[in-house]
């Protein structure tokens, strides 16, 4: 079982950043890659960046160049560092990590991008 836990979302400008936290905990061993995901309402939860335990990274191509995902071994957390924000990525942010076919998904963080 793994649990995750998702902080560090809120309301910025556009231009703004934020950085997200998912600190995981349980069997953690078993994490070969963990995701970020966002999903507006109505709409199909979408990618958003991919880190494996190796440290290799991927971005959907709609936040390359603007989002960094990176993780922290000794503290079994991921970030997400979100730069020059857009009113588009407004979004309930979600971390996630797929074990042996089980899927585990956090609670969620809203991001809001507004002036």
């Known amino acids: 079982q793994v649990q995750l836990v998702e902080s560090g979302g809120g309301l910025v400008q556009p231009g703004g950043s934020l950085r997200l936290s998912c600190a995981a905990s349980g069997s953690i061993f078993s994490i070969n890659y963990m995701d970020w995901y966002r999903q507006v309402p109505g709409k199909e939860r979408e990618f958003v960046a991919v880190?494996?335990?190796?440290?290799?990274?991927n971005y959907a191509d709609s936040v390359k160049g603007r989002f960094t995902i990176s993780g922290d071994n000794a503290k079994n957390t991921v970030y997400l560092q979100m730069n020059s924000l857009k009113p588009e990525d407004t979004a309930v942010y979600y971390c996630?990590?797929?074990?042996?076919?089980?899927?585990?998904w956090g609670q969620g963080t809203p991001v809001t991008v507004s002036s």
């Open positions: 880190i494996s335990s190796a440290g290799s990274t």
């Open positions: 996630y990590t797929n074990i042996a076919g089980a899927t585990y």
